[in-house]
């Protein structure tokens, strides 16, 4: 899919919040998203978790690593939604260290950036999304399911409007 400017990934934002809070199910799953500096992968999840309804300041996680989100009240099936960035990690074990593995097997949504920094201790992904860059700035979006849940999704997209 191409998203030619900002409205567009906005747009797949939204689809993409609406298919995670269908159904009945907790959601216990983790999204890689993957792309050079600047291809737009936070900007997707501030839109993702605006359109869930996180009001206020959504801030990125490149400092602190990980920043969480309480949803229960507006987006129950979701739940709590943490998001990483791995990009200053330097070593795969400083995941461990940072005891991202219960945070991982709690139920509640994923969302890791760079996450080939703290790869061998990821638990596979639900779902890939990688985005480039064009030379006109839209962008090139794939999604690579890795789980039923994953496929669940595709098809979610594909089918809305």
């Not at 737009?40 to 839109?47: A, E, P």
Request: glycine share 8%.
């Amino acid at each position: 899919m191409l998203w030619p400017n900002e409205a567009a990934c906005e747009a797949f934002a939204l689809s993409f919040a609406i298919a995670l809070s269908a159904g009945t199910e907790s959601i216990n799953a983790s999204i890689e998203l993957h792309g050079q500096l600047g291809a737009g992968k936070t900007s997707l999840v501030r839109h993702l978790l605006r359109a869930l309804g996180v009001e206020g300041r959504i801030k990125s996680p490149s400092y602190a690593v990980m920043e969480s989100y309480d949803l229960s009240s507006t987006a129950p099936r979701v739940g709590e939604v943490s998001h990483f960035d791995f990009y200053r990690f330097n070593d795969p074990r400083e995941w461990e260290d940072a005891g991202f593995r219960d945070i991982f097997a709690a139920p509640g949504l994923k969302l890791s950036e760079w996450p080939e920094k703290a790869s061998g201790v990821l638990p596979p992904a639900d779902l890939q999304i990688w985005l480039d860059v064009g030379a006109d700035d839209s962008r090139s979006v794939r999604l690579i399911a890795g789980s039923a849940w994953g496929q669940q999704m595709l098809q979610a997209l594909r089918t809305s409007p």
